[in-house]
């Protein structure tokens, strides 16, 4: 007899869930309903029984609402939250390898296991993409309730950070957006940090990985950038 799969309200109730699209969300219960009693699915199958685009996986990874394996494997992140199987009806997933590298925090939630034994938001993190048009779908997370232009600019950084997500909360990182928002208008922002992954490169040149970074290194990327130009040479960030 089939396993009931039950959903916490306070999952996907919250605003987090709720500014997700329609079809992301979709595609969170079809993976809940398919699940085994571990939380674990492959989500391939599951996509091509409805129809579901991978930028839908790719939001439900970006806000981690599911955690992905280099199996390819994914884990509902919530999923003890959301159910508690009897022992004598609970069968233990297949997947034992990507089990062991998770850990159970205090809410019951899974979160990755580093190398060192301790919990670790960030060992497993996707680099995952999304398209334009899904990504004007998706609210990113928001430190105090503005708009998603902060978001969208921390979203830029991924070329070079591919650990962005946990950027999106950091009141520093959301306030040096803000300020450079500010002084250099969103198009030559954009253009600052899609230059980034060619300035990175350049040696002796301070690196920027973070909004924060860049901030604190505009100073020394003019100064370098009239360095260059003082010698003819193509100039690093595009400021």
């Not at 992905?68 to 009806?89: A, C, M, P, Y």
């Not at 030559?188 to 909004?211: D, F, G, R």
């Given at each position: 007899m089939a396993q009931r799969r039950l959903f916490s309200q306070a999952i996907v109730e919250s605003d987090a869930f709720l500014d997700m699209p329609i079809s992301s969300q979709a595609l969170y219960f079809h993976?809940?309903?398919?699940?085994?009693?571990?939380?674990?699915?492959?989500?391939?199958?599951?996509?091509?029984?409805?129809?579901?685009?991978?930028?839908?996986?790719?939001?439900?990874?970006?806000?981690?609402?599911?955690?992905?394996?280099?199996s390819g494997v994914i884990v509902i992140k919530h999923w003890l939250i959301?159910?508690?199987?009897?022992?004598?009806?609970?069968?233990?997933?297949?997947?034992?390898?990507?089990?062991?590298?998770?850990?159970?925090?205090?809410?019951?939630?899974?979160?990755?296991?580093?190398?060192?034994?301790?919990?670790?938001?960030?060992?497993?993190?996707?680099?995952?993409?999304?398209?334009k048009d899904k990504l004007r779908q998706v609210k990113l997370p928001t430190a105090s309730g503005e708009g998603n232009e902060v978001s969208e600019i921390i979203f830029l950084f991924k070329e070079v950070n591919p650990m962005i997500q946990k950027l999106y909360g950091s009141p520093p990182q959301r306030k040096a957006v803000e300020r450079m928002l500010k002084v250099f208008g969103r198009e030559k922002l954009e253009t600052m940090i899609k230059s980034l992954p060619q300035v990175n490169k350049k040696q002796y040149w301070p690196k920027s990985t973070t909004p924060?970074?860049?901030?604190?290194?505009?100073?020394?990327?003019?100064?370098?950038?009239?360095?260059?130009?003082?010698?003819?040479?193509i100039i690093g960030l595009a400021i």
């Amino acid at each position: 007899m089939a396993q009931r799969r039950l959903f916490s309200q306070a999952i996907v109730e919250s605003d987090a869930f709720l500014d997700m699209p329609i079809s992301s969300q979709a595609l969170y219960f079809h993976l809940g309903m398919h699940a085994d009693d571990d939380g674990f699915v492959n989500p391939k199958k599951i996509m091509r029984l409805i129809g579901a685009p991978s930028d839908d996986l790719n939001v439900l990874l970006t806000k981690r609402f599911v955690l992905r394996f280099e199996s390819g494997v994914i884990v509902i992140k919530h999923w003890l939250i959301h159910n508690t199987i009897r022992q004598d009806r609970y069968k233990e997933t297949l997947y034992l390898e990507e089990k062991s590298s998770l850990v159970v925090k205090e809410n019951k939630a899974y979160t990755e296991l580093a190398t060192n034994g301790l919990p670790n938001g960030n060992q497993m993190e996707p680099q995952v993409k999304l398209s334009k048009d899904k990504l004007r779908q998706v609210k990113l997370p928001t430190a105090s309730g503005e708009g998603n232009e902060v978001s969208e600019i921390i979203f830029l950084f991924k070329e070079v950070n591919p650990m962005i997500q946990k950027l999106y909360g950091s009141p520093p990182q959301r306030k040096a957006v803000e300020r450079m928002l500010k002084v250099f208008g969103r198009e030559k922002l954009e253009t600052m940090i899609k230059s980034l992954p060619q300035v990175n490169k350049k040696q002796y040149w301070p690196k920027s990985t973070t909004p924060v970074q860049l901030e604190n290194n505009i100073a020394t990327y003019k100064a370098k950038n009239e360095e260059e130009k003082s010698k003819g040479n193509i100039i690093g960030l595009a400021i």
